[in-house]
C-alpha cells in the first residue's frame, strides 16, 4: 500500500572526527549518519523506529556535495546561523562522511577551537524523507520505517545529539511530500 503524507525536515547524530581537524585549512571530517535507529513519533500513527539506509542508492549527496550549509544546531533563520560549508560528502563503510569547513568570522572561531579540542563533539544531520518503506511487525511491537531515499539538507554542530528518544530538531517545520510503502 502506498500513501502520501507530508513531514517536516529531520535531524539525527553525528559526530565530528577532532583528529583530523586541519588549522590550516580550517576542516574538520565529521561523520553525519551511521544509520543508526532512532525512535520518532507520528501523530497519526504514533511511535516507530525510524531507520536511514546508508547507501548511494538510497542518500541523495548531492546538496552536500554542492556547498550546503554547516549551521548553528540547525538554525536556519539567518545568515548569521552558517558557521561554515562542506566541502564533501561521500558514503565509506556505512557511513555517511563529510568534509565541512569553517568560516573565518570572529563569532565563530570559539566554535572551532572547541571542535579542534574535542570538547564540541556532536554533530546533527538536517534532512527531508522522500521515500520511506514501512514494516509492521507481526508481533505487535513498533513499526520500523527505513528511509530509503532520503536527503541531507544541511549539517549542524550541536551541545546534544538526537538519541534513542529524539524528536524533530529543526526549528521550523516546513512539509514536504514523502511516499511511503507499507508491507
Not at 539506509?53 to 544546531?73: C, H, K, Q
Request: aromatic share 6%; proline share 7%; hydrophobic share 40%.
Amino acid at each position: 500500500m502506498l500513501t502520501e503524507a507530508q513531514m517536516p525536515m529531520l535531524s539525527v547524530r553525528a559526530a565530528p572526527i577532532p583528529q583530523t581537524f586541519d588549522r590550516e585549512a580550517n576542516t574538520v571530517n565529521v561523520v553525519w549518519t551511521t544509520g543508526a535507529q532512532v525512535r520518532r513519533f507520528d501523530w497519526l500513527e504514533g511511535p516507530f523506529v525510524e531507520e536511514l539506509v546508508v547507501s548511494p542508492d538510497a542518500i541523495r549527496l548531492d546538496r552536500l556535495n554542492s556547498g550546503a550549509p554547516v549551521l548553528d544546531t540547525h538554525e536556519a533563520d539567518e545568515l548569521e546561523c552558517i558557521i561554515g560549508v562542506v566541502e564533501r560528502a561521500w558514503i565509506e563503510n556505512g557511513e555517511g562522511m563529510a568534509t565541512v569547513r569553517f568560516s573565518m568570522r570572529e563569532d565563530v572561531q570559539p566554535y572551532v577551537q572547541d571542535i579542534a579540542a574535542g570538547i564540541i563533539r556532536n554533530v546533527s544531520v538536517g534532512y527531508q524523507v522522500h521515500k520511506y518503506e514501512v514494516t509492521r511487525p507481526a508481533d505487535g511491537s513498533m513499526p520500523i520505517w527505513r528511509a530509503v531515499d532520503w536527503e541531507p539538507m544541511e549539517i549542524s554542530i550541536v551541545p546534544i545529539p538526537a538519541d534513542v528518544s529524539s524528536q524533530v530538531r529543526s526549528k521550523r517545520d516546513v512539509l514536504h511530500p514523502v511516499s511511503i510503502t507499507t508491507r
